[in-house]
């Protein structure tokens, strides 16, 4: 079974710019969220989507935004790229099937984004 | 105070040490508690999963759960060099989507000397 995929591996950005992160979740699983790790931070939810819809966001500014498609594929975007947006993305999905194992979360490998 | 804490470290040990991890957290809200394994440049890796109190094992791993102190443990026996990383607990509310939300503590890097 194929783990949590995401695009692009690496990425260096331009301040002012925008980027798209891709995720493709563990096949069957329903809920998707997203994650910012720095070394100053650590690792900060950003969002979780769930049958398309936004279920929880966390404490980051609009610039910030995701969705997910039918298929359960999520995206993630960063409008006006700030240098201290440079960071692990990372994305997670999990079955939500409701039982207490469904709420296991897994990782894919994230996103080194880079804004120069 | 931040909702999770947990010494970074870094923590030093030789091979076939028993290493011991811990957080503290302040939210009586979670109920899920989980430890990753984060090597470098990697996205982290789940090591165990466990809900409300108790212990639980698997292989040279024991997680352990006190939500009286709200206080969580992870054991390692008979560490090896492949063990050096860091490692992040992580915990969770019960229900209405929060379940899906992970808290992380900052992560303790470990290193396994041969």
């Known amino acids: 079974k194929a783990g949590v995929t995401q695009t692009p591996r690496y990425l260096i950005k331009t301040r002012g710019q925008q980027v798209t992160l891709s995720c493709s979740p563990i096949?069957?699983?329903?809920?998707v969220s997203w994650y910012q790790q720095t070394p100053g931070q650590g690792l900060q939810f950003l969002f979780e989507y769930f049958s398309e819809t936004q279920r929880n966001k966390g404490n980051f500014p609009g610039r910030f935004s995701g969705r997910q498609f039918s298929n359960s594929r999520s995206e993630m975007n960063v409008s006006t790229l700030e240098l201290g947006d440079s960071a692990l993305y990372l994305c997670a999905s999990s079955s939500a099937s409701g039982s207490s194992s469904g709420n296991t979360i897994y990782f894919g490998e994230g996103s080194w984004l880079t804004v120069v | 105070q931040k909702e999770v804490e947990q010494d970074p470290g870094p923590l030093s040990v030789p091979e076939g040490a028993i290493v011991s991890l811990n957080c503290t957290y302040s939210n009586s809200a979670f109920q899920y508690f989980m430890w990753y394994r984060q090597y470098s440049r990697k996205g982290p890796e789940l090591l165990m999963y466990t809900y409300s109190s108790g212990n639980k094992e698997d292989g040279r791993f024991t997680a352990q759960v006190d939500k009286s102190s709200k206080y969580i443990s992870l054991f390692i026996r008979d560490s090896q060099p492949s063990d050096s990383a860091t490692y992040l607990c992580a915990m969770s509310g019960r229900s209405g989507g929060s379940n899906y939300k992970l808290t992380f503590g900052k992560g303790t890097l470990l290193t396994v000397n041969p």
């Open positions: 096949s069957g699983h329903r809920s």
